[in-house]
């Protein structure tokens, strides 16, 4: 059971560059989020989805798109990159209600130069 | 969203127990208190949670005041590997955030050996 895998592990872009981070679960879970962590600071979220084909804002959504059209795959991609997005990237799945445990990848490292 | 009150750290010796605080006063009758942590450069990791009655599992106890206005996670015997950064949540079971896990600063755990 591999759990919640994001790759890559670490990125560097260049200003202006797009790219996707990728984002799969083996667990049938119908909820998937990302989340972004700065240096000190808690995580905050990105994007979320209640299952395939739903996708929502979250609280900082600006610069950045998602979709979801499978269960197991939540990608989110960068549409121009910028020096502010430079943070580490979590994504993260759960069964749905508040009783649920949430399982997070390792995370992904991303700079912007 | 419901909000929880954390110290910013608090400090252990290794084999003693860790009673770690959360103030949670605007929690709703419907909400899970979730504790997670963060080791070092690693995603956040389930730890335990609860509704009304305190629970045990392998990592760790929950104890939930009466009113549910607080919560304390207890870690019987601190090891080395519990130094981390813990985070008290809040997760709703029912309506259109139950997805969500809105994350604060946490609390930073220093374990001495």
Redesign the interface.
Known sequence: NAG?TQTPKFQVLKTGQSMTLQCAQDMNHE?M?W?RQDP??????IH?S?GAGITDQ?EVPNGYNVSRSTTEDFPLRLLSAAPSQTSVY?C?S?Y????T???????TRLTVV | DAKTTQPNSMESNEEEPVHLPCNHSTISGTDYIHWYRQLPSQGPEYVIHGLTSNVNNRMASLAIAEDRKSSTLILHRATLRDAAVYYCILRANSGGSNYKLTFGKGTLLTVNP
Not at chain 1, 101 to 107: C, I, K, P, T
Request: overall charge positive; aromatic content about 22%.
């Open positions: 919640v909820y989020s989340y000190g600071m808690g995580l905050r979220l979320y209640v979250g979590f993260a759960s749905r209600g508040g009783g445990e949430a399982f997070f990848g390792q995370g």
